[in-house]
């Protein structure tokens, strides 16, 4: 009796972490471990920053599309935290090598372009090597840090990002704005003036042209047709899934 009572006591406070679970591991891609890690932390930024965050993989989807799968997925399992259903769903289709993120509420908000294509390049490159639990690691790093930067009233885009080499880059023009104003000074500080003009070393009368002709020939102009790019990218537009909801995200093939 002493023994069940003891594991009560340790199992009762793991429940709520397990109460929904964000780890449908349908392919068979994780390890137990793999995915209880997973689901700790899954649940630990559900707690911190009222996001909810899930990982969803399949072998197969049948003829659905992964945005049309990952949006219903995450709508009809009830995912999503507070009114606006704040939150990202991480597909993975294994027979297919596709890969979606479906984002919702204030989460369509927080990955914009800049944090896609973060969220999308480690995904992505772990994706490739079939380390499918680095993959979903990145994922929620990635994510840890765009709710760390959103809860301080800030987002990771493009001056975040390349913060430090837009420094560098400032450094090198101030360097070398403040070499050429130097050598300007130093150059207005030389009183000794080149000849420009070969007069001053010709003999007076000793140079002389009787005669001077132009000739014009012909002229040549050739046209060249300016192309136009017409390519887009429907990646981070919004859409509506079939429950009538909004979401955000975008996908490819990992392969």
């Given at each position: ?22 780890v ?16 700790s ?114 987002s ?16 090198l ?55 136009t ?6 990646s ?12 955000g ?7």
């Open positions: 009796m002493k023994f069940v009572f003891l594991t009560l006591m340790f199992l009762l406070p793991a429940l709520p972490m397990f109460s929904q679970d964000r449908a591991d349908n392919a068979g891609l994780l390890s137990a471990g793999e995915r209880i890690n997973l689901m932390r899954l649940n630990s930024i559900a707690s911190s920053y009222n996001f909810d965050l899930v990982i969803v993989t399949e072998n197969s989807i049948g003829g659905a599309s992964p945005m049309n799968y990952a949006d219903d997925f995450f709508d009809y399992k009830g995912y999503g935290s507070g009114n606006d259903r704040d939150g990202c769903l991480f597909l993975v289709v294994t027979g297919t090598w596709d890969y979606w993120f479906s984002t919702s509420g204030r989460g369509e908000n927080i990955l914009n372009s800049t944090a896609y294509k973060k969220l999308e390049s480690d995904a992505v490159k772990s994706l490739r090597a079939d380390n499918y639990y680095a993959a979903f690691n990145s994922f929620l790093d990635d994510w840890e840090k765009f709710l760390a930067l959103d809860a301080q009233g800030r990771y885009n493009f001056f975040y990002r390349w913060n430090v080499v837009l420094v560098v880059i400032c450094w023009l101030g360097t070398a704005i403040g070499f050429i104003v130097v050598m300007a000074w130093k150059s207005g500080m030389n009183s000794a003036l080149a000849k420009t003009q070969a007069e001053s070393y010709a003999v007076p009368g000793s140079l002389a042209f009787t005669e001077k002709k132009d000739t014009f020939l012909y002229s040549t102009v050739t046209k060249t047709k300016r192309q790019d017409d390519s887009s990218s429907s981070g537009r919004t859409h509506t899934s079939s429950s009538g909801r909004s979401h995200g975008g996908g490819g093939k990992y392969r």
